[in-house]
């Protein structure tokens, strides 16, 4: 980690020629401080290098000062000199910082990060996807990397949120450093009519598992009728709003009011809400029902269906059902 951060600073150095200021600094010092200590009374050249310093930052301390008429003329050509050496430097290093800053703005500096979700695409649906992310104690720190076309960094107040500025293809994904990413989520670009937008995030899908198998990929799509298409490419998980929708609406007109507690489940920013949770070793072994009773009695918590290794999910199963090791639990807690 030492190295590879000296290698940068070196890289950065070189880069922005901040060397030659560098030797014309450490010169003068050297130079002056020898300078000081031959023509100042009993002054070595440590106290000389130590007097050059505080002159040419312009410090002052007052410990010591050139007291000949030749160590004065070099005090006042240090000071010239340090201001408009150090004035050089300081004015270059802001830049570096003012040019770092817009470029992570416009989404064009590609910062190493791993074990991050990826959001392609940017819309309301993104935004609400991060406040509920950050809302949650588990994910409040989560490195997030937003891929999308737009002209700048849509949230300035988040930390761990960082904007890569490109098309979702393999260039883009390769950028948001894919290969390290844990999550991925593709969104559907809304000033595409849906056949479009849907095809673009099959293709998008398609790119991230070339890429990245072991991502997890969550996809959105308009239209269910192309389910299939994300299937083949090996989405792991498959959102289609509108349907999703459809079914809270004729749920409420049967069963009013249902979808507070739906919504209230499904929002991270209420205190009770749904999470999955491997099963504890203690319950390995045990049926379903004794994990139901267990939960309830000691952590307040409504067991709701278990998560196989392959992803299977069984809601609400017997109560019978042996837990196995590996098996997730569904849980209101």
């Not at 809400?273 to 045990?286: T, W, Y």
């Not at 059902?321 to 639990?329: A, F, M, P, R, V």
Request: aromatic residues 4%; contains cysteine.
């Amino acid at each position: 980690m030492l190295i590879a951060l000296l290698k940068r600073t070196w890289r950065l150095v070189r880069r922005e020629n901040l060397l030659r200021l560098l030797m014309i600094l450490l010169a003068t010092l050297l130079l002056s401080s020898v300078a000081l200590a031959l023509v100042e009374p009993e002054r070595t050249w440590q106290e000389g290098l130590w007097l050059s310093i505080v002159t040419m930052t312009t410090v002052g301390y007052g410990d010591m000062y050139p007291t000949t008429v030749a160590g004065r003329v070099i005090g006042v050509v240090m000071m010239l000199v340090g201001i408009g050496v150090l004035g050089m430097f300081s004015a270059t290093i802001a830049s570096i910082l003012v040019e770092r800053k817009l470029k992570e703005e416009l989404g064009m500096l590609s910062k190493e990060i791993r074990d991050h979700l990826i959001i392609c695409q940017w819309n309301r649906r993104a935004n609400e996807i991060i406040r509920e992310l950050r809302a949650d104690e588990r994910t409040r720190q989560w490195p997030i990397v937003l891929l999308a076309d737009i002209e700048r960094k849509p949230l300035k107040d988040d930390d761990y949120f960082f904007f890569v500025r490109g098309a979702v293809d393999e260039e883009g994904l390769k950028r948001a450093h894919l290969d390290q990413a844990k999550s991925v989520i593709v969104l559907g670009d809304d000033r595409m009519a849906s056949e479009v937008r849907d095809a673009q995030v099959v293709l998008a899908t398609l790119a991230v598992e070339s890429v990245n198998r072991d991502a997890y990929t969550i996809v959105e799509l308009t239209d269910e009728a192309n389910s299939k298409h994300c299937e083949r490419a090996h989405a792991d998980e498959i959102i289609v709003p509108g349907e999703f929708g459809s079914h809270l609406i004729s749920r409420a007109a049967r069963d009013h009011g249902i979808t507070r507690v739906v919504n209230r489940l499904l929002s991270s920013r209420y205190p009770t809400d749904l999470h999955r949770r491997e099963v504890p070793s203690a319950l390995v072994g045990q049926t379903f029902l004794d994990a139901m009773s267990l939960l309830k009695k000691t952590e307040n918590s409504i067991v709701l269906g278990v998560q196989k290794p392959g992803g299977e999910t069984i809601a609400n199963p017997d109560g019978d059902l042996t837990l196995e090791s590996g098996d997730s639990l569904i849980v209101i807690a």
